[in-house]
């Protein structure tokens, strides 16, 4: 999930792709599952899965994205992540947001502590060494930010695109600016009607390598998109699939399940 390395289009993806859950903001708590297949050219490089807990205005997430097909081959990756919160009218707040991953002999683990949208905490392990062109995140970057799992869990009633949603993921702050591209059907395990589609663009504002050519490539990227779909019975929008061209073809993260 960082913005820097030959990672950057995967972390990207993998943002993206962790933002899987929603559910019913009823006084009940209430379950909700959603799987995701994530494709390189067709082929399966990776899969998710997230279990959501909705109870009054308090919400949590968890996940967990494993590495499948030829991409498990080269480098076997697993990450899990946890983040929990408060849902306010317009969006999901979060007050606590983690995130651990391993790939091949590299492992990372990232903890943030949220207030009222600021961030007050944030921790990387190991740290990583900054290079001569690294653009710093400020303190003033840490305020007023979402988290890349809920920031992409929008309640109904409030606008789903166009938007901008400023995103700090431990490391990295960017926005992801969302444009209104109509609707499309979509029909998955668990769901089917139509899904709200979004042009969407990314725009670094630090954490990252200056002039680094997989961050170059992603801000000039005009063709991304992003579906959402209202859960059923609930009162919130979550991604149920996202298109991001690549230089080795287009990736794809398409939920095989959403609801149950």
Request: with cysteine; proline share 5%.
């Given at each position: ?35 995701y297949s994530i494709r390189l ?84 392990v190991p740290a990583r060494k ?131």
């Amino acid at each position: 999930m960082k913005m820097n390395g030959r990672g950057l289009i995967a972390g990207a993806v993998a943002s993206l792709a962790l933002v899987a859950s929603a559910g019913t903001l009823s006084s009940a708590e209430i379950q909700h599952r959603t799987d995701y297949s994530i494709r390189l050219s067709g082929l399966p490089v990776a899969t998710a899965s997230f279990r959501s807990e909705f109870n009054g205005n308090r919400y949590s997430i968890s996940g967990s994205l494993h590495s499948a097909g030829l991409a498990d081959i080269f480098a076997s990756t697993r990450g899990t992540t946890n983040v929990s919160g408060i849902v306010s009218r317009d969006r999901l707040r979060a007050t606590s947001y983690s995130v651990t991953y391993r790939s091949g002999k590299r492992g990372r683990a990232i903890d943030v502590t949220f207030r009222n949208g600021n961030v007050v905490h944030s921790s990387m392990v190991p740290a990583r060494k900054k290079p001569d062109n690294w653009v710093p995140v400020s303190n003033a970057d840490m305020r007023s930010v979402l988290d890349p799992i809920s920031g992409l869990i929008i309640p109904a009633g409030s606008r789903v695109c166009p938007k901008t949603l400023p995103i700090f993921d431990g490391e990295s702050r960017l926005d992801l600016r969302l444009t209104s591209k109509g609707t499309k059907p979509f029909t998955t395990k668990g769901f089917q009607g139509e899904a709200v589609v979004c042009g969407i663009r990314f725009v670094p504002k630090s954490g990252y390598r200056k002039g680094r050519d997989d961050v170059e490539y992603l801000r000039r990227l005009k063709t991304m998109e992003i579906w959402f779909a209202k859960a059923e019975g609930a009162n919130v929008y979550a991604p149920v699939y996202v298109q991001i061209p690549t230089k080795l073809g287009p990736v794809t993260v398409s939920a095989t399940r959403f609801g149950g």
